[in-house]
């Protein structure tokens, strides 16, 4: 299995458009959206991805074949925090092969710095996946709350990606 994780290029704008519907059709089994009345879920502004410099969008390929998207962004909760996994979505027929894995520590270890990881607390498989992951790929240097505040109600997984970071 040939993974491929990259900056997602602005010609792929839509293919980013139409995954980011099927993980928002995942996702809604944990938020209860509907669709609107075109029959889309729709995501506030994903041009942003593409516009702002602080801002990224990176596709995951697998065999050559689109399997999903990671977003990222400078709008962290702390701000000793540099930068934060905003959406992360792997297409279902390749979950549970390691593409999630292999896509989080390449995005996390190709840019050094503090990074937050939100995860909603009604999806506690995301919350046992960016576990493992900071866990094992940086250990001492991640650290995990439970926030309940206007910001943000769940999880927040924090870890430091550079070598001599602390957490």
Request: aromatic share 14%.
């Amino acid at each position: 299995m040939n993974i491929e994780v990259r900056l997602a290029h602005t010609s792929e704008r839509l293919v980013v458009r139409h995954m980011m519907e099927l993980y928002q059709h995942d996702f809604s089994e944990y938020d209860g959206t509907d669709l609107d009345e075109h029959g889309q879920y729709g995501y506030y502004d994903l041009d942003c991805f593409w516009i702002n410099p602080n801002f990224s969008a990176f596709i995951i390929k697998v065999d050559e074949k689109w399997a999903g998207f990671v977003l990222v962004n400078d709008e962290v909760l702390n701000p000793d925090n540099s930068a934060a996994i905003v959406e992360f979505f792997v297409m279902r027929k390749y979950r549970r092969h390691g593409v999630g894995q292999y896509a989080a520590k390449a995005i996390l270890g190709a840019h050094p710095g503090r990074w937050e990881i939100k995860v909603i607390q009604e999806n506690p498989a995301a919350f046992v996946f960016w576990q493992n992951i900071v866990k094992a790929n940086w250990p001492g240097q991640e650290h995990a709350v439970t926030m309940n505040d206007e910001h943000w109600h769940g999880p927040l997984f924090t870890v430091a990606t550079n070598s001599g970071g602390q957490v």
